[in-house]
């Protein structure tokens, strides 16, 4: 039986693409929709459809996230590979294949100048047939803040085990490196610290390479799609902005999605300052899954950050003339890695 990839219509296709979502578990699929097809403050998600021989209703979907990042002084529009489904019945590499390949050669003429995707071990091989490079990879950073539940030790008197992680705890409060903990211990008393739900009309700054079109995405990305209940945790030094994280908490671990500092060098403090926030709310682990080249590294590090494992960023480069000058870029933020929306 053949099939066909089409593009999304909202007009005929929107309870197709909302019964797929549904059936994949998504939560708040009309919230969601409105964010992505209906919210004009940023640019459409674009949708394809997979259909199966004369079926009305879609098999599969595929989309892209429209971003703008900067690319040796460029303004690029990037589509970064989302909401990849193939209902159970249908979820063989063919099928797939299909509806990535129309996506390939179709979204040149929407504007779209280079592809990225993190698929996961499932789709990875989809990917590969289609075309795309591994461009570099994601690195998993976590913190320990508690013990008590990632020791792997049993001991049966109750005050030798307060002993012992209390040891185990106050050990973990130094894991960073001296040099910024003494500049934070420095101006701690002078920084005042808001924790709040992130907002539509959060107040933001974004990293330099991240482009000028990053702010707009944040504002959508966390305040109007929010599926996960994103918060915002600001540094102030005299009513200025001096650094944030966008994150959300998870049973008692914290997921970073966002950070930004006004001073490049300052990033190392804004992590331990939110590691020791997350720890006095009874938060146990913090963890982020980040893109970038060596830029943040050695501030995760100086934060008493450990490197755990990494999932690969592949590429296809629409436009063949970018295709050298993605491969070189050392210095990229794709700062937020959950990418199924």
């Known amino acids: 039986m053949p099939y066909i990839a089409k593009l999304f219509d909202s007009r005929v296709n929107k309870i197709g693409l909302l019964n797929l979502w549904e059936e994949r578990g998504m939560a708040a699929p009309s919230h969601r929709y409105e964010a992505m097809y209906e919210f004009d403050g940023f640019d459409h998600i674009t949708t394809w459809l997979l259909f199966h021989d004369k079926h009305t209703l879609p098999v599969g979907c595929l989309s892209l996230l429209p971003r703008r990042f900067e690319i040796f002084g460029k303004d690029v529009l990037c589509g970064v590979n989302c909401d990849i489904i193939v209902t159970k019945r249908h979820r063989t590499l063919g099928p797939a294949v299909i509806l990535l390949e129309s996506l390939m050669k179709e979204c040149k003429d929407l504007g779209f100048k280079v592809l990225l995707a993190m698929p996961n071990e499932m789709s990875r091989p989809i990917f590969i047939r289609a075309g795309y490079k591994p461009l570099g990879a994601v690195c998993r950073w976590s913190k320990v803040l508690r013990s008590k539940n990632k020791l792997k030790i049993k001991i049966k008197n109750i005050f030798a085990r307060k002993i012992i992680f209390g040891f185990a705890d106050f050990f973990?409060?130094?894991?960073?490196?001296?040099?910024?903990?003494?500049?934070?211990?420095?101006?701690?008393?002078?920084?005042?610290?808001?924790?709040?739900?992130?907002?539509?009309?959060?107040?933001?700054?974004?990293?330099?390479?991240?482009?000028?079109?990053?702010?707009?995405?944040?504002?959508?990305?966390?305040?109007?799609?929010?599926?996960?209940?994103?918060?915002?945790?600001?540094?102030?030094?005299?009513?200025?902005?001096?650094?944030?994280?966008?994150?959300?908490?998870?049973?008692?671990?914290?997921?970073?999605?966002?950070?930004?500092?006004?001073?490049?060098?300052?990033?190392?403090?804004?992590?331990?300052?939110?590691?020791?926030?997350?720890?006095?709310?009874?938060?146990?682990?913090?963890?982020?899954?980040?893109?970038?080249?060596?830029?943040?590294?050695?501030?995760?590090?100086?934060?008493?950050?450990?490197?755990?494992?990494?999932?690969?960023?592949?590429?296809?480069?629409?436009?063949?003339?970018?295709?050298?000058?993605?491969?070189?870029?050392?210095?990229?933020?794709?700062?937020?890695?959950?990418?199924?929306?």
């Open 172 to 341: 973990l409060k130094f894991t960073v490196d001296s040099g910024a903990y003494w500049r934070w211990r420095s101006i701690r008393k002078e920084v005042k610290i808001k924790d709040t739900p992130f907002s539509s009309q959060q107040e933001l700054f974004c990293h330099d390479g991240d482009g000028e079109h990053a702010q707009a995405y944040l504002l959508w990305r966390f305040g109007r799609l929010n599926c996960k209940g994103s918060k915002v945790l600001s540094l102030y030094h005299d009513d200025v902005l001096l650094g944030y994280v966008i994150y959300y908490a998870e049973q008692k671990e914290a997921v970073i999605e966002y950070i930004s500092s006004a001073v490049k060098d300052n990033m190392n403090i804004v992590l331990i300052a939110f590691a020791e926030k997350m720890r006095q709310g009874g938060i146990e682990v913090v963890s982020t899954d980040y893109y970038s080249a060596g830029r943040l590294r050695k501030n995760f590090q100086q934060a008493g950050f450990l490197y755990r494992s990494q999932r690969e960023v592949f590429t296809y480069s629409v436009d063949k003339n970018l295709e050298n000058a993605i491969s070189n870029i050392t210095d990229w933020s794709l700062f937020e890695c959950d990418l199924d929306l």
